[in-house]
Every structure is written in C-alpha cells, then in structure tokens.
C-alpha cells in the first residue's frame, strides 16, 4: 500500500514540477504528512540532512531560514588575515552545503566592530535581539571576543571564535555556547616556548599589543619559560595600530634577550618586523620570533623581510592535496591565499549548518548537541572534535618563513619544521579553568 502511494505521489508531484516551482513547493507542503514524506524524511535522517532537503520543509527553522552573523575588523589592522575574506570563506561553506541541502534558505549578515569592544556587543545584541541570527562566526579580536562571549551566553546563542588568542574564551570565561574553533595562545606558544629554550634561547623580551590578546599572550609565554627554567627579561606594550616602534625596539635591544618575542598580529606585526629589519635587527645576535603570524603578514612584508621568522598555525593551505584545492578555489575568488582564520571559518559555518540539518532545526541546545557529536568531516581538521571546555582539538604546526630564492610559488612562504598533536597542543583538562567542567563533574 506504501509503496502504490509513493508512487502516485511521485507521479502527481511531476505533474506539480511542470506546472513551476510554486506548484510543487504547495504539493510538499500538502503531502509532507504523507507516507511518501515520511518515507522521504526518514532516508534525509540517514543522510544527515533531515528536512532541509527539499523546498518548504523547513518548518522547525525560526522564519524560515537559519541566519548566520561574521563579525570582525572589515578594514582595520586585522582586517588582512580575516576581514572580508571570512566573509568569502563563509559563503564558499553555505554553497557546499546548499548542493547537499538546497531546501534551507541560509544568510550571512556582515559587520565591522572595529576592534572596539562596545560596538561589537552592540552589533551582536541586535542580530540575537532584533535581526534573528542564529550563530556568530570570526569575530577575530580577544578584547570584543569576551565582550560578545557573555552576550551570547545570556542569549543562549552560538558563537564560533576564530583568531581570538586569549585563553580566557576557553578557561575562566567560558560558555557552554561559545566554541574555539582556531587557536588560544597557549597553543600558539607553548610548543614554540619549549623547542627554543630546548636550543639554549633561554631569555626573553616581548613587544606586545597593549589589549586582551597581547597581554594574555606575554602571560601565558611568561608562564611556559618559568616552568621550563628560562626567563622572561620584560615585556612592552603599544597601542592597537602604532605606526612607529622604534622606541619598543630600543628597549629590546638593550634587554640583550636572547629572543625578541613579538605578540601582536597582522598590520601591527608586519610594520614592527619592517622596523627591524631598518634598524639593522635582523644581523644582530637577538632572535625576532613572531608568536601570532598570518600567512597575508609574511606576503605584506615580503619574504626578504620575514625570512626565517618562526610561528605556530594551525592550518596552512600548501599542507597536502585538500587544502591545496581549497587554497586554489578561495584564490579565484579573494585573489589571495586563504589564512588559517579563513579555513577556520569555512570549516565551522559548515559544520553548523550540518549539525543544524541532523538536528532539523537552529534551536541552539539541540545543535549544540550534533556539533559535540559529529566529528569535522572537512579539509581543516578531519576527524577533529569538540573537547569538553569546547575547544576543537587539531593538530598544530611549527613553521618557519623560507628564504627568498626557496619560495617557488605564490603564497608558498612555509617550511613545516615539525607537527604539534593535538595531544600535545593543548593545556590539559586537568589544568583547565573553564566553569564548564566543574558544571559537568557535579
């Protein structure tokens, strides 16, 4: 009996198709408590896709369509290493989704909070007050991140951080909806810390951004050389954006530190390298080390300049043959190689958008769930998943700038130096602050 009524459902919904998509959308919806829409809804469930497969069965979605936020530095001083090309990354991972689900109707709204803390929040308070988004993804500064992270918390809202350094997002401020996607800085810094020491680089200096990723960074750096028997000999702090460091770099030399260690990113780090190099920095006998490097610093200061330099990331497009084919699709569209921040983006906005459609709806606790149980199934981290203070736990890698005559391809600036496990990249739970696990051992 089943199997007559499928198919003269599916022979009436080929009369509907030819009379136009408004047609056969008003049969589905009709025939959507039918045998054949349960029959249909049941092999989306074993796909992964649930409802979303088809036009007008996304009923359990608030408004019809599951709306998703990037907010980040669209101009500014970070704006190079994620900026408008999260915004592209995002779009690349809806189509992908779409050609498995094109039934859900996903938008990507775009902001500038302009590495200012209260206009973030006020972005980001009115897309879950009044604008209806769903999840917020990027967001790419420490200092705004922790101002969202408590907003989305109250509101019982998704927010995936990418290039947020701070360890507080996943230790002391930590939220049951708030995910680290990319990196903290203790990821950033602790397998790097370790190996130089381990080769007699055993004092330190650092010029760092005076907000809460370069500050949290020194600490975290500062707490790594303690516990392995080197020493920090200071630190200074300069103003989001500062154009001359002059007197930073003066008083680096003068510590006569074995490593000058810079915690800052994107403009600010590319113009400190540059007054390196001027100052005749890069022949002395002080190492220049750049705790947070993003693939479009090395091509804005040029291989001449940061040749040499080492850094830890967690993605890099020229790792193997599926990062290389996402290097070369986002390329055609943002004209530059994708930065970790970017990868990291298309990977979280596809797996929200799949948890979403194996949950069969964009209720936020009932996505939360299929996120902390679906392993990522994507170029970036394949395998990975969500650890219990809602880190996704990948591996890492030490890599180092190459010599201007070894880079021969564009964009092509990394030597891979070694790989961090993930089982090694991590503070451990045991030594975590995050609330969240004290919450789950009650």
């Known amino acids: 009996m089943i199997i007559a009524d499928i198919g003269r459902d599916a022979s009436e919904e080929g009369k509907m198709a030819g009379q136009g998509i408004g047609a056969l959308r008003s049969w589905h919806v009709r025939h959507c408590r039918s045998a054949f ?11 992964g896709l649930v409802a979303f497969a088809q036009p007008g069965l996304a009923a359990d979605v608030s408004g019809g369509v599951i709306r998703i936020g990037i907010v980040n530095d669209q101009a500014g001083p970070l704006s190079d290493l994620a900026g408008p090309g999260s915004v592209v990354a995002a779009k690349m991972a809806v189509e992908d989704f779409q050609k498995a689900a094109p039934g859900l109707k996903v938008d990507i709204v775009v902001a500038d909070h302009q590495n200012k803390p209260d206009i973030g929040a006020q972005i980001v308070r009115k897309w879950f007050d009044v604008d209806g988004v769903d999840m917020v993804a990027d967001v790419g500064n420490s200092a705004v991140a922790l101002a969202i992270q408590s907003i989305a918390r109250d509101k019982n809202k998704i927010v995936i951080y990418s290039a947020v350094g701070t360890t507080d997002i996943g230790g002391k ?8 996607w990319l990196h903290d800085n203790y990821n950033l810094v602790a397998g790097s810390v370790r190996k130089l020491v381990s080769q007699g680089y055993d004092s330190w200096f650092f010029i760092a951004s005076d907000y809460a990723f370069g500050r949290n960074m020194v600490d975290v750096s500062q707490r790594v050389l303690a516990e392995t028997g080197a020493k920090s000999l200071g630190a200074v702090f300069h103003p989001l954006g500062n154009s001359d460091y002059s007197s930073f770099l003066l008083q680096a030399q003068a510590s006569k530190a074995k490593v000058v260690a810079f915690a800052n990113a994107g403009e600010q780090l590319v113009t400190s390298m540059k007054q390196w190099n001027e100052f005749g920095m890069n022949t002395g006998p002080q190492k220049a080390v750049a705790e947070l490097m993003f693939l479009t610093d090395v091509h804005a200061m040029g291989a001449e300049t940061a040749k040499g330099l080492t850094t830890v990331t967690a993605w890099y497009w020229a790792l193997n043959e599926q990062t290389r084919a996402f290097g070369q699709r986002f390329y055609k569209r943002h004209n530059a190689m994708p930065t970790a921040p970017q990868a990291a983006v298309y990977s979280a906005v596809l797996q929200y958008l ?19 149980s679906m392993p990522v199934d994507d170029f970036y981290a394949p395998g990975a998943r969500l650890r219990a203070d809602n880190k996704l736990v990948h591996d890492f890698y030490l890599v180092e700038v190459k010599k201007p005559s070894d880079v021969k391809a564009p964009w092509d600036y990394y030597n891979v130096v070694e790989t961090i496990p993930a089982a090694d990249a991590y503070v451990p739970l045991s030594q975590s602050e995050c609330p969240l696990l004290r919450t789950s051992q009650n």
């Open 354 to 372: 799949r948890a979403a459609a194996a949950a069969g709806t964009d209720e936020t606790n009932a996505v939360l769930d299929k996120m902390r």
């Open 37 to 47: 829409g349960l029959v249909l809804a049941l092999g989306l469930v074993a796909l």
């Open 173 to 180: 401020q930590c939220s049951r909806t708030g995910l680290m």
